[in-house]
């Protein structure tokens, strides 16, 4: 038997009145706290202050700590001389595959599975990963999550989402698998296909981020900025474009709590764990068949076919097209790959912001795909699309500034 | 209790203008892209966007939410004003600490072996500070206020 | 474990804490978080209580069994794939009524259901007092305060799955207008009368 929803809400009421009753309520200071932190003055700086909290403790521990002050003298001064000197033949073809450039001084420069391969995924990401979800567990779990998605429901709204977007825009910054199964919090399938869009474009998973702290520092803050206009543009586009609605949701905000650290830990390591063994053998894959494309031509091939494409309309260098092409499978390593080539700061900014809304890996793709073989077609459409207009309109602002 | 609350706005009020002060001090040695400013143990660097520009902000609203509390400082609602300043304060001031603990743990690029040797860690920690660092023990008082329930008769 | 094992379905509003609940009731490690809707898919677990053996699903948070996402639509799924689950509802005893309205349509469902009213030390912080056993004599379903993250009342919850009750929505309809006449069922326990009667 089943109620009608009005009489249902009025039982809800009787039961409640008869079990709840409700004492004077004091208020907290965590309850001030929580409010100051959704009203939007006092809020916006709080949120400036954790994106800062945040951006400087990821690049202190994984740049600074884990990567310049460990990794990068373990791998360059002992594994790749090792490795160079005890595999056989440097003139073979697996000696090409797994070592790479016999006269590669350090791990970024030899582009072997076993050298650029591994250091990409264990020196560099590894740490940027697990860095990054400590902090976003902490964020999670103290209840401040919710209320970011609070003070940015009014700009999602612009580009068709609603503030939760916030949740997956966030996790794909870490990476972008969990990301795509956390659109499922999104109502309508209008807003999951934007944000998945959103995502695989222009969200750079923490692989790619921890690359380009390694090998641009100094370039890292542009490309964001062009991510984060890319993602608004393209945003209010879709929203334009795409039938559907954006229905307004209520958030509810969960109280502030003191994480609990064996929750935190927990969490940290499935997340690590899941990464491990989803990305990292498609970083070790990505690099050896990318190689092998060398061998055969097809890089070279196809390099040459999209040249114009990219010289004329995206204004970057000859040389970068290789990397570029490469970049479908191997965007983390193109980004190491293009700091090698000599272009103006421009160039370097516009090919490194292409390499990051290029294809999303094929981890996110196949995830794509469970949520739906429709959405990821058109998603790859948008996708073509924007790298096409988004790489155009940059060289575009660099011919107007004068810097392209 | 009243004078108590006195007290309390004062030093508040104080600590505010001064994290105001040098929040903007950030700012703008960072904007004129002088080569630094150094005073005994004090540094303003200003050499990056990031740390100065953007963590000067933070300092500069840390700072505004201070002076937003001052007024009648017992209140809860005030006093949660001031403790989220401290907050940021504390933001800045830590991640300085935690960047300078993660540059002194390794031996450095050019050195053989991989940790540092104590000395060398120690010496990681030596002044000049920066202003945040500088405040942080200032901002203390507000964490004893905070811990021991003395800025209201409210709990927690 | 003369039975084979059964089913146990985790149903309630988002962020109450089902993950949380389902991690100290099977060990299990659901991703457990501050915000709604952390849980998008489902999550299983084993839990043996008294030689029995229960699968225990985890699901995403719902307001209701009209599902408004594809989270919550999953959620929905579960409950019309495993008819014959016993469902445990978590409620936020801070805002019974908020969940309330989902427990009531399981009840309506005709599943065997039993209440942990979950998060009862916040409820007790806040000066919120929840009658369970009051809520237990109208709903006519087993009531069990628990605090997940501190631990309160587990033990008691998984002890009290097997005497989960199918309840009839116009008695409990009746009941909360204060009629509580109808005849007392023969069971031992006294105090709640509702407990393995059938």
């Known amino acids: 038997m089943a109620l009608p929803v009005q009489e249902r809400w009025d039982l809800v009421d009787a039961i409640a009145r008869k079990t709840v009753t409700t004492g004077t309520h004091r208020q907290t200071l965590g309850d001030v706290l929580g409010d100051l932190t959704v009203r939007p003055l006092t809020g916006i700086s709080v949120a400036v ?11 202190s521990f994984a740049g600074a700590l884990v990567t310049d002050g460990f990794m990068v003298k373990a791998f360059d001064n002992y594994w790749l001389p090792w490795l160079q000197e005890v595999w056989p033949d440097p003139a073979s073809i697996h000696y090409f595959l797994f070592v790479g450039d016999p006269l590669a001084e350090n791990c970024f420069e030899a582009f072997g599975m076993l050298t650029s391969g591994l250091f990409v995924s264990i020196g560099v990401v590894l740490p940027a990963v697990l860095i990054f979800y400590l902090m976003m567990t902490v964020l999670e779990d103290s209840g401040y999550l919710p209320r970011l998605a609070v003070l940015m429901d009014t700009v999602f709204h612009r580009i068709g989402l609603h503030g939760y977007a916030i949740v997956p825009a966030i ?11 956390a659109t499922r919090v999104l109502e309508t399938r209008k807003q999951r296909f934007i944000m998945m869009s959103l995502l695989a474009i222009f969200i750079p998973c923490g692989a790619q981020i921890g690359v380009m702290l390694e ?5 890292v803050g542009w490309v964001m900025l062009y991510l984060v206009i890319g993602f608004g543009i393209f945003g209010f586009v879709l929203d334009r474009i795409i039938p559907g609605s954006n229905p307004e949701i209520l958030i509810d905000v969960p109280p502030y709590h003191w994480p609990l650290w064996d929750n935190v830990a927990k969490k940290l ?27 055969a031509g ?6 040459d076919l999209l040249e114009p494409l990219f010289v004329i309309w995206f204004g970057v260098p000859k040389e970068t097209v290789g990397p570029l092409v490469a970049a479908f ?4 390593l193109a980004v190491a790959q293009l700091s090698a080539i000599a272009m103006t700061p421009y160039q370097m900014i516009t090919s490194v912001v292409l390499v990051s809304i290029y294809f999303p890996c094929v981890a996110t793709f196949v995830v794509m795909l469970r949520e739906g073989w429709k959405e990821l077609a058109a998603a790859v459409a948008v996708l073509v699309a924007t790298v096409f207009i988004y790489g155009g309109l940059i060289h575009a602002v660099g011919i107007l500034m004068g810097v392209a | 209790m009243n004078q108590n609350s006195t007290t309390l706005s004062l030093y508040i009020g104080l600590l505010g203008l001064v994290t105001l002060a040098f929040g903007l001090a950030d700012i703008l ?21 990031f740390r100065w520009a953007w963590g000067g902000a933070v300092m500069v609203f840390g700072g505004l939410f201070m002076l937003g509390g001052v007024k009648s400082a017992g209140s809860l609602e005030q006093f949660g004003k001031a403790v989220l300043g401290a907050v940021m304060v504390w933001i800045i001031a830590g991640t300085d600490i935690f960047a300078r603990l993660c540059e002194s743990i390794p031996a450095g690029e050019e050195a053989s072996e991989f940790f540092n040797s104590v000395a060398g860690f120690v010496g990681g920690f030596a002044p000049p500070y920066s202003p945040a660092i500088l405040l942080l023990p200032f901002t203390l008082v507000i964490l004893y206020f905070l811990v021991t329930g003395r800025f209201d008769e409210t709990r927690e | 474990m003369a039975d084979t094992s059964k089913t146990v379905l985790m149903m309630g509003n988002p962020n109450v804490g089902k993950s949380a609940l389902f991690n100290r009731l099977t060990g299990g490690d659901a991703v457990v978080s501050n915000y709604p809707g952390t849980t998008v898919d489902y999550t299983k677990g084993v839990l043996i209580e008294s030689g029995q053996e229960y699968e225990v699903i985890d699901a995403p948070g719902t307001y209701s069994l009209e599902a408004r996402d594809a989270a919550e639509g999953v959620a929905v799924r579960l409950i019309s794939e495993n008819p014959d689950a016993t469902v445990l509802i978590v409620l936020d005893a801070t805002r019974v009524e908020r969940g309330l309205y989902l427990a009531l349509e399981v009840i309506e469902r005709g599943c065997p259901v039993i209440i942990a009213l979950n998060m009862i030390d916040a409820a007790r912080d806040r000066q919120i007092a929840v009658d369970a056993r009051m809520l237990q004599k109208i709903l006519g379903a087993p009531v069990v305060p628990t605090s997940a993250t501190g631990g309160e009342g587990i033990r008691n919850l998984a002890e009290t799955i097997r005497k989960a009750q199918k309840a009839d929505i116009a008695n409990v309809r009746a009941r909360a207008d204060g009629r509580f006449d109808e005849p007392a069922r023969s069971g031992g326990c006294a105090e709640c009368g509702r407990c393995g009667g059938c």
Do not use: Q
Request: some cysteine; glycine content about 10%; hydrophobic content about 55%.
């Open chain 1, 49 to 59: 202050a954790v994106l800062y909290a945040f951006w400087s403790i990821f690049s």
């Open chain 1, 171 to 181: 996790l794909g910054l870490g990476c972008n698998v969990p990301a795509v199964t």
């Open chain 1, 215 to 219: 090998v641009i520092p100094e370039t």
């Open chain 1, 269 to 295: 390591m499935n997340r690590t764990k899941s990464f491990l063994k989803d990305a990292v053998p498609f970083v070790l894959f990505g690099v050896l068949i990318v190689n092998v494309l060398y061998l």
């Open chain 1, 298 to 303: 097809i890089i070279g091939a196809l390099a």
């Open chain 1, 329 to 332: 499978l191997r965007k983390d």
């Open chain 2, 29 to 49: 040695v960072w904007a004129g892209a002088s080569p630094g400013f150094s005073v005994g143990i004090l540094e303003i660097a200003g050499d990056d966007f």
